[in-house]
């Protein structure tokens, strides 16, 4: 079993959706608010726990600084 088998669906679409999230509003792209309630729905009253936030910063960092070429390698995305 590897970590992806261990967190509940919620938490995984939580997660991806955050992302998407963090992406869009970084890099100006439409969408932020169907994120925002897409999240609200998978999460309901329940809250992130700090290792899937984590998770989340890392995966949008990696990917909005993969966009932005070797240049900004150095430099963390700020939310």
């Given at each position: ?10 938490l995984?679409?939580v ?65």
């Amino acid at each position: 079993m590897d970590d992806h088998d261990l967190t509940p669906v919620n938490l995984r679409e939580v997660e991806a959706e955050s992302v998407a999230l963090i992406c869009c509003e970084s890099l100006g792209l439409a969408g932020s608010a169907e994120c925002r309630g897409y999240i609200q729905h998978w999460l309901g009253k329940d809250s992130i726990p700090d290792r899937n936030v984590q998770r989340v910063f890392k995966a949008a960092d990696a990917i909005v600084r993969g966009g932005r070429g070797e240049a900004a390698q150095a430099e963390p995305v700020s939310v």
